[in-house]
């Protein structure tokens, strides 16, 4: 690694021109075994969605920003929760953190991380969030993490955020996510929301968020996220945040996203790749680029703002 964190050989990070590239970077940095952690994506729901573009609609004045869960974000895409950062790079989360501050994003800071969250929060130059899992401790864990700065606590449902396969479950335990928010004094999301149904339950047990993510809940094999996206944003019918996670790679599958509901978009393995290859600039060069090209999207879309987006502007194909 040179002093910008990148290995001798590879191409600079702002000559890469998609997140693809960044993942074939990663791929020349890390062990294959620790690369496959990860590596690939199902992408075919994405695929099946096509836009309706909106031609002589001034959108010079773009605008990206959202209110969300009490924050005022430069942009909706946010670096997800992952675990133990410092197995793709040294400077694990504090190299992440650096890249997504300087790029005005948020990032969700995972309780399994490889360093301790009040050492990750005295660096944070944009609002810090926390997950952690419906389990033995959390409670304690999401209190330090407030304690420490974090100003969102997301509790994550199912499986481990740690990226590769994830084993499903069938229920929610609301008693333990109703112990771990009692006390907490910031905005609660639940993680792993994949039906209708737990979206309105968790909204009359007090969330004020979810995140459509196939990480846990009642999931199924054949539904991307981004295919329940729509139907849980109607259940929600502006009573919460609805953010949403699950193989975004482009501008276009978050406009897609966005145009169907979402007010923000979890990225974890893009960001991971350029965290292995180029550590904290390329975190921020990828972040960027989504925005970039998040932007440019939205323009093609004539929409000037995130406001202006309505499910017209996407067809979905068949399978």
Wanted: some cysteine; hydrophobic content about 45%; aromatic content about 4%.
């Amino acid at each position: 690694m040179n002093a910008m964190g990148q290995r001798p050989g590879l191409p600079r990070p702002e000559e890469l021109v998609n997140a693809f590239e960044f993942e074939e970077a990663a791929k020349l940095t890390l062990p294959p075994a620790l690369f496959a952690t990860i590596a690939g994506s199902d992408r075919a729901a994405f695929d099946r969605m096509t836009f309706r573009p909106r031609m002589m609609v001034p959108t010079l004045e773009m605008d990206l920003s959202v209110e969300l869960l009490g924050e005022r974000l430069f942009t909706p895409i946010l670096v997800g929760p992952v675990a133990d950062q410092r197995r793709y790079h040294a400077d694990g989360e504090r190299a992440t953190l650096r890249g997504a501050s300087a790029a005005r994003a948020v990032m969700i800071v995972s309780s399994r991380s490889s360093a301790p969250i009040g050492e990750i929060a005295a660096q944070a130059k944009t609002p810090l969030w926390y997950a952690v899992h419906a389990d033995a401790g959390a409670r304690k864990q999401a209190a330090q993490a407030v304690a420490a700065g974090c100003t969102a606590v997301f509790i994550t449902v199912g499986a481990s955020e740690q990226p590769g396969p994830r084993p499903r479950t069938t229920a929610i335990d609301w008693k333990a996510i109703e112990d771990i928010r009692r006390g907490l004094d910031v905005p609660v999301a639940i993680k792993g929301v994949m039906t209708p149904q737990q979206a309105k339950t968790a909204i009359d047990a007090g969330m004020r968020g979810v995140v459509v993510s196939s990480y846990g809940g009642v999931a199924s094999e054949k539904q991307a996220p981004i295919e329940a996206l729509a139907s849980i944003a109607d259940a929600c019918a502006g009573r919460a945040a609805v953010l949403i996670d699950g193989s975004f790679r482009r501008g276009s599958d978050i406009a897609k996203a966005l145009v169907l509901g979402a007010h923000g978009v979890l990225v974890a393995r893009p960001v991971m790749w350029a965290l292995a290859a180029y550590g904290a600039a390329g975190v921020q060069t990828i972040l960027e680029m989504l925005q970039s090209d998040l932007g440019r999207n939205m323009g093609a879309l004539g929409a000037p703002n995130l406001e202006s987006l309505n499910r017209g502007m996407v067809r979905k194909h068949g399978r």
